[in-house]
């Protein structure tokens, strides 16, 4: 089984900047990507960036620019650094760990307003 802990969400002003992690735990071996999606009120989930074990990564066109995915292999986190956040950034955020299924974290706010 595997466990994802989210951290980092919380309110910003516009043009200011968070940071998001989240650590990984459990039965995780070889490949496999992790990521960040998000989901706003009364909107579909989608991803905003994801990020190989060869660190490898990709960006929605919405946020290219803005945020930055990372991730350390050794300690099984990735992280979120998002810098010029607007209020369409809003949402729950959710981590994201891919192998041969999906494996989700709890999500955590991130609110952008003023």
């Known amino acids: 089984q595997v466990q994802l802990v989210e951290s980092g969400g919380g309110l910003v002003q516009p043009g200011g900047s968070l940071r998001l992690s989240c650590a990984a735990s459990?039965?995780?071996?070889?490949?496999?990507?992790m990521g960040w999606y998000r989901q706003a009120p009364g909107k579909e989930r989608e991803l905003v960036a994801s990020i190989g074990t060869s660190l490898i990564s990709n960006y929605a066109d919405s946020v290219k620019g803005r945020f930055t995915i990372s991730r350390d292999n050794a300690k099984k986190t990735v992280y979120l650094q998002m810098n010029s956040l607007k209020p369409e950034d809003t949402a729950v955020y959710y981590c994201?760990?891919?192998?041969?299924?999906?494996?989700w974290g709890q999500g955590t706010q991130v609110t952008v307003s003023s």
């Open positions: 459990g039965d995780i071996f070889g490949f496999y990507i």
């Open positions: 994201n760990l891919k192998t041969y299924t999906d494996y």
